[in-house]
């Protein structure tokens, strides 16, 4: 599970058949109507082998799961910032963002910082980050919260691996908030250049 920044949705001006990477996406030829580029992907993923499309980010993935047809921002390419459940929550935090905004029935709160957990009967306990986020704020109002983060939060030391018996957390390396912070500044001033809101679910 991923949270995810991008600018606020606007109808498509077409649709593509690609495998999801956004350059490929982009490069990909057009079509007006969705089930026209549905039944190409769905034609070209019957192929007993299939190449990479040109602009794929995952050359040695992709052509092993079928095509779709993508809907084809006005702005194309929308850029777009993805975070793991785990680092989203530091992301939201420094942001001061809810990592909430449902029930919170069933989720489990972020436990770094708290590992290994200690229990009362045999077992190790795996922790599991939970976020139900979503929302969006103009792009000023989005930037200045980045802004703000990126001064209160200089550096980051980042967070080493975990072992857990057989199963490994990994940590984050040092500077990874900031990093990532930078590369939502980057999206605010997108989002702010072509008149959108910043989003995020």
Known sequence: ???????THRPPVGYAV??????????????????????????????????????CDLPEVCPDYPLRAEEVDPDDPAPWVEFSNVNAVGVLEALALPLWTGSREGACDALEGRLPLGTDGPGTVIPIAVVDAYGQLPADDFRGRVLTALGLAPDDPGTPDVQLGRTLLLGRPAGYLQRRLQELHTLADWCTAHGRDVAWH
């Open 1 to 7: 599970m991923s949270i995810t920044f991008t600018a």
């Open 18 to 55: 690609s495998c999801g990477c956004p350059e490929a996406t982009s490069r990909a030829p057009r079509f007006g109507d969705y089930q026209d580029a549905q039944d190409a992907a769905d034609r070209a993923s019957t192929a007993r082998v299939r190449a990479p499309l040109p602009g």
